[in-house]
């Protein structure tokens, strides 16, 4: 160890550095303060004994600077004196001293101290090595969660989370404490959200939110409805999680051309419909969470509820209601049920939930581990053309083809065929950037077929209240006995200059219907303005395509379809 | 103790009572509670009648027990829950699983 000793008597600072290197020291010697304080700043030594009365700058003033110059390094100090006065020693450990040695001094006693100090800043420095080393990974830590999110962005992205019926609070950061949430816009309109909620926080939910967001925007481009979805985000976490690790979650899949929400709730608090009027519905968990049970046992049946434009959807996880004031408590999931009851006409309830909050915990920041999202229903639009990402690729595949795709029986009620047959016309060249548009053809051909003719529902029940979840209610009843009924879809594509022609005819198996009057411009406006469902099915279908023909006695759908490359007139000009 | 287990006289039953807060902090103690038991051992009482609390990571230390028993064929009963512990079990629908009483 090195000592600094500072003694301004010369035959005193000759014994006690006689002592001190005896004890197997280094002793580097100081005349005064002045020159301790620039031996100190030179030599660094790890412990100093300092005359208290010294020329130049005294004790006390080098003490100071010693101090100043040692920073968090501790570098004990110990004061000799002959001062006996009770003043005189405790000015010297004010000044920054740490003990004090009184003249005459004792070899014994000098030892004892040089190694209880010696202790302490062995001690301190093996807590300021582990401090600083917890501070370098902490900082570490964070470096890696702020580049794990960059990773996580770019699979997870933001989707239609921006849009401007959707208000949402998540933390930066809240993917680490298990909390995820993805918006996706479907192809042929309407809007798929996820709210999950993962057991545990840190490195294992954030790596258990990653397939998660790969399945949700994956197959919501596809066309796989919520269900499917559902089932393949529990198939894949049951399967990639250890037991004991689930994910909380709420679905919602809302369809603004038909206002009509399915939800889906494992797990999370009640989440809201908010209908005009003050109304409330709410959603609470039907299920367990995802990942906890095998796929045969795992049940994606949906709730379906009927909605209107500006009606709101409030979806929370349980850091929202379990929010700490002060005191400790939380909100409850009745305080969250007060806020949504105090709401005026046209107050929307995520600015009301955010205030309440922030009035609740007393902080204008939001916890880490509390994401909320509101979900606005709006008036259905017709599909965007979505813009060609990857122009090149689109430029060449398949153009001039045929397929005949049949589902029978069984199927029918298990398996939904539009993301298969949506995929093989994406394969056009060209057609992709109109998968809103050929999506929402398929989905209206087949369901059309489906519930109408392989299932003779009645869409007059959807025109009465609450008529929406007894249909589908009917039609999950009428889905269990699909023998000896089937639906085919012929599909053609053949190219043209700039584009090309996309004809589908669907035929099912049901009784089909009167549509003499669809044929007649005068009986098919006369139907439109009803407002009757299967008039506005094949309302949007006429509208879409080139020709719209129904065949046979009602059962046989044809429809095609012209599309133009968006640069028609560059490439026919190359 | 927070967490106290007791056979049944057969040694068919083992029944763990948890004290206070069922959060991660019981996790090791719960763990060694059921899986130093006997092989006699083919029911699982688990008794709240003294848990305050019990948070998400409690319900996975159950479905860790569930596996533990056998998975689908365990018998494990939760039993004496007060209502908070009750909702929380009830919002992830664990009646699914376990049967609660």
């Known amino acids: ?574 | 103790m927070p967490i106290e287990t007791h056979r049944s006289d057969d040694g068919k039953t083992l029944t763990i009572c948890v004290e206070g807060r069922f959060d991660f902090s019981t996790h090791q103690s719960f763990r060694d509670a059921y899986e130093h038991s006997e092989p006699t051992v083919s029911h699982y009482v688990i008794d709240l009648s003294d848990t305050t609390y019990l948070d998400s990571s409690a319900l996975g230390m159950l479905l860790l027990l569930r596996d533990h028993a056998g998975g689908d064929g365990a018998r494990i009963s939760i039993e004496n829950c007060n209502s908070d512990v009750r909702r929380i079990l009830s919002i992830s629908n664990f009646e699914q699983l376990f049967s609660i009483r």
């Not at chain 1, 967001?213 to 976490?237: Q, S, T």
């Not at chain 1, 994406?426 to 398929?442: A, I, Q």
Request: charged share 20%; with cysteine.
């Open chain 1, 1 to 574: 160890m090195k000592v600094l000793l500072a003694e301004d008597s010369a035959s005193d600072r000759l014994i006690l550095a006689r002592l001190v290197s005896r004890l197997g020291h280094t002793v580097i010697e100081a005349e005064d303060g002045t020159e301790a304080v620039e031996l100190f700043r030179e030599t660094q030594p790890d412990l100093v004994l300092l005359d208290a009365l010294m020329p130049r700058m005294d004790g006390m003033e080098a003490a100071r600077q010693i101090k100043a110059l040692a920073g968090e390094r501790l570098v004990p100090l110990i004061f000799l004196t002959s001062l006996s006065g009770a003043g005189d020693l405790a000015r010297c450990l004010e000044a920054g001293g740490d003990d004090f040695l009184v003249k005459p001094y004792n070899r014994v006693i000098l030892e004892a101290k040089i190694n209880a100090f010696n202790r302490m800043r062995a001690l301190h420095q093996a807590l300021s090595h582990q401090r600083d080393h917890i501070r370098r990974q902490n900082q570490q830590m964070l470096d890696e969660q702020r580049t794990a999110r960059r990773v996580f962005d770019n699979i997870a992205h933001t989707g239609c989370l921006d849009a401007p019926n959707i208000r949402h609070h998540a933390s930066p950061l809240s993917v680490f404490n298990g909390d995820v949430l993805f918006a996706a816009q479907r192809p042929g309109g309407g809007t798929l959200v996820f709210l999950g909620d993962f057991t545990g926080h840190g490195l294992p939910a954030a790596i258990g939110a990653m397939p998660v967001a790969e399945i949700f925007y994956g197959m919501a481009a596809k066309g796989f409805g919520a269900p499917d979805v559902l089932r393949e985000i529990n198939r894949k976490l049951r399967r990639i999680l250890p037991i004991g690790m689930f994910c909380c979650g709420l679905m919602i899949e809302a369809d603004f051309k038909h206002n009509s929400l399915r939800v889906w709730n494992g797990g999370l608090p009640d989440g809201w419909l908010l209908r005009a009027g003050g109304y409330r519905v709410a959603i609470p968990s039907r299920h367990l969470p995802l990942g906890v049970q095998e796929p045969d046992q795992f049940s994606a049946s949906m709730t379906v509820l009927d909605a209107a434009p500006g009606d709101w959807l409030v979806m929370m996880t349980d850091g929202l209601p379990e929010a700490p004031n002060s005191a400790g408590e939380s909100l409850g999931e009745e305080g969250v049920l007060s806020v949504l009851a105090g709401l005026k006409a046209g107050q929307e309830p995520f600015e009301a939930l955010l205030a309440r909050m922030q009035q609740h915990t007393g902080k204008p920041e939001l916890a880490d581990d509390l994401t909320l999202c509101c979900l606005q229903m709006v008036r259905a639009e017709a599909p965007e053309v979505m813009p060609d990402k990857i122009p090149e690729s689109a430029l060449t595949g398949p153009a001039d083809w045929h397929c005949v795709y049949e589902l029978r029986e069984q199927t029918l009620a298990d398996f939904n065929p539009l993301p298969l047959m949506l995929h093989i016309c994406m394969e056009v060249p060209g057609l992709r950037s109109r998968s809103g548009e050929v999506y929402t053809l398929l989905s209206e051909l087949y369901n059309n077929a489906l519930e109408h003719g392989v299932l003779a529902l009645s869409s007059e029940w959807k025109t009465s209240p609450g008529g929406f979840s007894r249909y589908y209610q009917e039609r999950t009843r009428r889905l269990g006995n699909t023998d000896g009924h089937f639906i085919r879809f012929s599909l053609g594509h053949q190219p043209r200059e700039g584009g090309g022609t996309l004809t589908v005819v669907c035929e099912d198996s049901g009784d089909g219907f009167d549509f003499t009057e669809y044929s007649d411009t005068v009986a098919h406006q006369q139907a439109a303005s009803t407002g009757r469902y299967a008039g506005r099915g094949l309302e949007i279908l006429r509208r879409m395509t080139r020709n719209l023909k129904v065949h046979g006695r009602g059962n046989r759908v044809e429809i095609v379809y012209d599309w133009w490359f968006p640069d028609a007139a560059i490439t026919s000009g190359a």
